[in-house]
């Protein structure tokens, strides 16, 4: 066989494969542009972890990475929906809308969009509803309104569903997210603060039964007042939980802070949490905890 033969089988042999397929995307027409091979929105990646899974599949988790059990953010309504029987809920108050009392710049704008954007009217969504038989008034703080941040109308529409909670006789639920208070509110924000905790003593004295569950964020203001006054104090996995920033306090104390610090895990070490609840255990617990305080009549 020539030399030159030997050659060219060798290197057939010892060919090294591509390790990654050439996908021909084509050209762009002029008036065509050319298409996304994925649509925007059908995949996500855990920030935690790097896992990548179909969106509705995450859905379908309840929003908790597969991976890693990282429990990403929820909406109001997609909590309630996890939570209440068949997805029935009574909401409160939704016609409530807030103000410019001290005609802050460019706050209305900004209110607008983010009504908008979350399809809410405010940072926090009440109500009434039922887990696994149990009637329940509701509350849940939503991050996507600004932040989350209690203003006048977040502060009275939690103490107006308290108000319920004490008419009906029915527990309390409060599941908080939130930056703190908002600072385009002043004063009155932080009054918030005071209303809402005024009238939870008012619940307590009652006999009302009040359930807080703190999820990720849960700073400031709100942190400091409602979120940790519960009979029962929850939290879920990872949630950052704390009054003020972690860089502002490490300043001030002059101190490195444990890297977990803040954490639902740290505070639960700590004493000041019953327990950290992972997402797919959160109904049955409530309804667990629910059923003990339900007061049986006999016939």
Do not use: W
């Not at 309504?77 to 068949?86: G, H, Q, T």
């Not at 005609?103 to 908008?116: H, Q, V």
């Not at 006054?229 to 996995?237: H, M, R, T």
């Amino acid at each position: 066989m020539p030399e030159e033969r030997c050659i060219v089988l060798l290197k057939d042999i010892f060919y090294k494969k591509r390790r990654y397929a050439t996908v021909q995307t084509g050209q762009v027409q002029e008036d065509k542009p050319m298409a996304k091979e994925v649509p925007e929105g059908l995949m996500t990646k855990c920030p935690k972890c790097g896992t990548i899974a179909y969106a509705k599949e995450l859905e379908k988790n309840l929003k908790v990475c597969q991976g890693c059990g990282h429990h990403f953010l929820m909406t109001a309504f997609e909590r309630i929906a996890m939570l209440v029987d068949e997805g029935h809920f009574f909401e409160y108050d939704s016609g409530l809308l807030s103000a410019d009392p001290l005609n802050f710049p460019d706050y209305m704008p900004k209110l607008e969009k983010d009504m908008e954007k979350s399809g809410l009217s405010e940072a926090v969504v009440t109500g009434e509803g039922t887990i696994k038989g149990y009637p329940a008034v509701i509350a849940v703080m939503d991050s996507r309104f600004r932040m989350g941040s209690m203003g006048s109308v977040v502060g009275e529409k939690i103490a107006r569903a308290i108000e319920q909670a004490i008419e009906k006789q029915y527990p309390f639920i409060l599941f908080s997210a939130s930056g703190g208070a908002r600072m385009q509110e002043g004063v009155l924000s932080l009054m918030q603060m005071a209303k809402t905790s005024a009238a939870l003593a008012k619940l307590s004295a009652a006999g009302g039964l009040y359930i807080s569950v703190m999820t990720n964020p849960t700073t400031g203001g709100v942190s400091a007042s409602f979120a940790s006054l519960g009979d029962y104090n929850f939290a879920e996995p990872g949630a950052l939980i704390g009054f003020a920033g972690r860089r502002i306090i490490e300043q001030t104390i002059r101190q490195e802070l444990p890297e977990d610090f803040q954490t639902a895990e740290f505070l639960l070490k700590k004493g000041q949490l019953d327990k950290v609840i992972p997402r797919k255990e959160l109904r049955d617990t409530l309804a667990k905890i629910l059923d003990m305080h339900t007061v049986r009549r006999a016939n």
